[in-house]
């Protein structure tokens, strides 16, 4: 499988998000239908989750959902090979790839062949093999469990370190040692780095569960990557 490293990915807003590490690009040979690239085109930079799912050619369900979730009907869901849905993140993260649940579902479901998710860094895409093993979901949720852990370390030392900073702003203005001006732009300053410190350490998450993901495809039985738009 031809593979394409990037390290950077255009925003929805016209910037370009620095990525803290390498995201890689896959030439998939999946074959979907129409009506899911149709979808997914028009629905790459969405600013809500929407979910599409579809039987050979036929449009089984779709819906529109909210900024974090859509919801589908088990029905829909049985009766379908294929599905896809947006993935929208704030700006400045990655869409990212699967969740945890994404899979449960993904396992859950035998008749669905392939799994899909839209963002703006393009189509994260998952097809099961006829050796497709469903203990993926306990390893890659014991794998998301200890990188949460770490995830959440470290952006509550950011939150910590921007916390200790305002409060030292306050003092210095309360004493006069600082004017109101030149601590509001030094807040605002910190406020943009904390931001953006926290962004790429989501979307240091996002990208080393997409490695993960590359990485076991062959022990789990299935094929994966992101494919550009």
């Known amino acids: 499988m031809k593979t394409t490293k990037i390290t950077t990915v255009n925003d929805v807003n016209g910037k ?4 803290p590490i390498l995201l890689t690009y896959s030439n998939l040979n999946t074959v979907v239908p129409q009506s899911i690239i149709d979808f997914e085109t ?12 579809v039987n050979n050619k036929k449009i089984v369900e779709e819906h529109k959902g909210c900024k974090g979730f859509v919801a589908m009907t088990v029905d829909a869901y049985k009766r379908s090979t294929v599905f896809s849905h947006v993935h929208p993140r704030n700006v400045g993260m990655i869409g990212g ?38 203990s993926i979901v306990e390893a890659y949720k014991k794998y998301d469990d200890k990188l949460g852990k770490k995830i ?8 910590a370190e921007f916390d200790k900073l ?34 790429s350490i989501n979307n240091i998450y996002l990208v080393s569960s997409h490695n993960w993901l590359l990485k076991n495809q062959k022990k789990f039985g299935y094929t994966y990557g992101l494919i550009a738009i």
């Open 97 to 134: 790839t699967f969740s945890v649940g994404d899979l449960e579902i993904f396992v859950e479901f035998k008749k669905l062949h392939t799994y899909r998710a839209v963002t703006k860094e393009g189509v994260y895409s998952m097809t099961k093999l006829d050796n497709f093993d469903p």
């Open 42 to 53: 028009k629905r790459q930079f969405s600013k809500i989750e929407f979910g599409i799912l």
């Open 16 to 19: 370009v998000i620095e990525l």
């Open 166 to 199: 305002n409060s030292f702003l306050k003092v210095q203005l309360n004493n006069g040692i600082m004017t109101q001006e030149m601590s509001n732009r030094i807040y605002a300053n910190a406020k943009n780095e904390y931001y953006t410190k926290c962004n």
């Open 152 to 159: 959440d370390a470290d952006i509550a030392t950011a939150k």
